[in-house]
């Protein structure tokens, strides 16, 4: 199974703006930085669909994308789910203000939304123990619910020792790790997400 399209649909402040939950959804969430466009745009293989910005903490919206995958299955040749780009946390240069209804729109669809599967959540491998990752787990641990799951995803592993890579994969089992540069990862990612999605039977 494989992407074959993905296309932009919108952007959105909050659930309330956002589009009908029609479709299994796929949140992409991390600290700024962490490479989570050059991530997404690597997994569709589409240069350019998530904009990453050279001023951390820069993206303010949830970003929706249309996400076609062709099947092996003849009687089921195309299956669709969206990824959501969410705006990256631990930005520091933010108002306050700005900052108290960004986190609280942002919670509010990762708490809210109905159709949400999966949360991905990446984390950078050169800092896997930050307090801020931490929380975040805990949090989404707090709100899961029973139909969703949680993905760690470890980025920038080229930038690691084979010695601290073999570390990292021994203290997460079920992790998958990712290099964006050497397009690694990018397999593993994307069977965990349409294994859970679809099922493996029909894919």
Do not use: C
Request: charged share 25%; glycine share 6%; aromatic share 10%.
């Amino acid at each position: 199974m494989k992407i074959v399209d993905a296309q932009f649909l919108q952007s959105a402040q909050s659930v309330a703006d956002s589009p009908s939950p029609d479709r299994a959804e796929v949140a992409f969430l991390g600290r700024s930085n962490v490479g989570k466009s050059s991530l997404l745009n690597t997994l569709t293989n589409r240069k350019g669909l998530a904009k990453s910005s050279s001023t951390p903490g820069k993206t303010q919206l949830i970003n929706y994308f249309e996400i076609k995958f062709k099947t092996e299955n003849e009687e089921l040749p195309y299956l669709y789910a969206r990824f959501v780009d969410l705006p990256g946390f631990g930005y520091a240069k933010v108002a306050k203000t700005l900052k108290a209804a960004w986190n609280k729109n942002l919670t509010g669809y990762l708490e809210q939304r109905p159709n949400l599967q999966i949360f991905v959540h990446l984390i950078d491998a050169r800092h896997p123990d930050l307090a801020i990752d931490k929380n975040v787990d805990e949090f989404l641990g707090n709100i899961k619910r029973g139909d969703q799951i949680i993905i760690h995803a470890f980025t920038k592993i080229d930038k690691l020792k084979q010695n601290d890579l073999q570390k990292l994969k021994r203290a997460y089992p079920d992790g998958i790790f990712i290099s964006n540069l050497k397009k690694r990862g990018m397999i593993d990612l994307q069977n965990r997400i349409t294994g859970y999605l679809f099922g493996n039977e029909i894919l």
